[in-house]
Structures are given as C-alpha cells and as structure tokens.
C-alpha cells in the first residue's frame, strides 16, 4: 500500500517565545505543533514529516513539496516572512492535485489568502472561552466517527463574519460561550486540490492533543491526499483539433505565433 505523504508545516514561533508564556506552549508542545501533529496523527497509511520556517528553503524544498500528497498549515505572527516564491510553488502544487490544510490562525497566510482570493478576516477575542463544534455535514468523509458535538474547554474565539468564497462547503460550525458563531470546517477544492479549513487550534491551550481535533485531522488528511497524477496548470494548444474544421481561417496568411510566445 502506498502510504500518503504528510507534510505538517508551522512557523514555530510562539512555542521558543521566552518567559511564561512560552513555557506554557512548551508544556503540552515541548518540539512544537508540527512535531506535535506529528506524534498525535502518527498511522501505517501515514508517511509524516515535520518542518518549520527557519528551516533551509522555508521547510519546503522542491523535493519534499513535490512528494507531498496533503499540507498541514499552521502560521501566526510570521506569515509576512514566507516568501512569496514559495507561496507560488505552494499554489501550483495545489492546483496540480496537492491537498491543503490550513489550520487555525492560518487563515490569514498568504497561501489561503492567495488561494480563496478573499480578505479571510474574521472576528477575534481571546477570553479563554469554550467552544463547542458541531458537526453540520454528517456525511462527509472529514466528519467519519466525530460526535455529533464536541467541547474544546477554552480556546481563542473566532466569529463570523468569515471572509471566503461563497461555495464555502460547511462541516463544521463553532458556538462560543461569549455567543458568536464561526464556520469553523470548511472545505474548497482549486484545480485539482482540496483545501479544508480548521480553526480550532489556539496555541495558548492543548487543543491538538484533544483526540476528537485529531480524529477530524487525520480524515482531512486522508480527504484531501492527492490521489491522481499531477494535473496540468499550464495552457497547451490543441492543434490538430479532434474533429475536422470547415470553416475556412480569415487569419491563415498571417503567422500569429509571436502572439503566443511568453515574455
Ligand atoms: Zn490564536
């Protein structure tokens, strides 16, 4: 069986901050979130790597992006710093058949951004609060033995309105105790690559240590995996056409090919 290549991606910042509140995060993620994520969804049909921003090439070079069937995203304070070249090759793999996560506050990276063409904002409020997540799609294969409900004690909230596309396909819906709502699973496919958006997963709290968030994790990986060959992202002239063209060319004394060159 040929195992599905993972690669969980995080900017790794907040977890090396000095002083109490890094401690904290250290706590209950000691090498990081993406180490963490890691350990958590660890499965036979999971081939996992972990990488961080201050890694050479970003943490994604060709190679390991071109291996990869699904990304996990987790960025914060340090989506400026991710080079707009590497959101470039990120969307092209996407667009090929790479499958997307995007988790948390990385719905404000640039390759979500890029890739939804939206503001992605949201409403914000970092009170500790609870969150229970419902499950609005029972069928859906990222919602496969998920509670109907489930309860993440305190986390940041997060609430509508959410900027993205429309054909936003919902999951999941969040209610705060504070009294907001939040889409907070929502799926998009772009080319040939599925994207899902997760948002709990405030680093303050071990939320990715909570089994029914990694229960959903691990379905969306295995959702959004690449299963087909790379799809084509560059345009190709079809010429002869497949059937026979009658119509005679008005342009035929005239060579256009420069028309077609690229700068
Ligand atoms: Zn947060």
């Known amino acids: 069986m ?3 290549h993972v690669t969980i991606w995080n900017e790794y910042v907040h977890e090396r901050a000095e002083g109490e509140y890094g401690e904290r995060l250290r706590g209950f993620y000691p090498q990081g979130i993406h180490n963490a994520l890691k350990e958590e969804l660890a499965a ?3 081939e996992i790597s972990a990488v961080s921003l201050d890694m050479p090439e970003q943490g994604l070079p060709d190679d ?16 400026g710093k991710v080079a707009d070249e590497l959101v470039d090759k990120i969307q092209q793999r996407v667009l090929a058949g790479m499958g997307l996560i995007v988790l948390h506050s ?9 890739l939804t063409g939206t503001s992605c904002s949201l409403r914000w409020r ?3 609060e609870k969150e229970r997540v419902w499950v609005v799609d029972p069928q859906h294969p990222i919602a496969q033995g ?10 940041e909230m997060y609430g509508e309105p959410f900027g993205i596309p429309p054909e936003a396909h919902v999951v999941f819906i969040s209610w705060y105790e504070g009294g907001n709502v939040f889409r907070s699973g929502v799926t998009f496919q772009r080319g040939q690559g599925k994207i899902f958006y997760f948002s709990p997963g405030h680093e303050t709290f071990p939320i990715y240590r909570q089994p029914e968030v990694i229960k959903v994790l691990g379905n969306a990986a295995r959702w959004a ?8 992202t560059d345009c190709w002239n079809q010429d002869p056409a497949p059937e026979k063209v009658y119509s005679e060319n008005p342009m035929d004394k005239i060579d256009t090919s420069s028309l077609h060159k690229k700068a």
Do not use: M
Request: glycine residues 6%; aromatic residues 10%.
């Open 2 to 4: 040929k195992k599905i």
């Open 44 to 46: 036979d049909d999971l």
């Open 64 to 79: 390991l992006l071109q291996k990869t069937d699904v990304l996990l995203w987790w960025g914060h304070c340090a989506h």
């Open 106 to 114: 990385g719905h404000y990276s640039k390759i979500f951004r890029r």
């Open 126 to 128: 970092e009170l500790g």
């Open 146 to 155: 998920v509670p109907d409900s489930f309860v993440v004690p305190n986390t």
């Open 225 to 232: 995996a690449q299963t087909l060959p790379n799809a084509k």
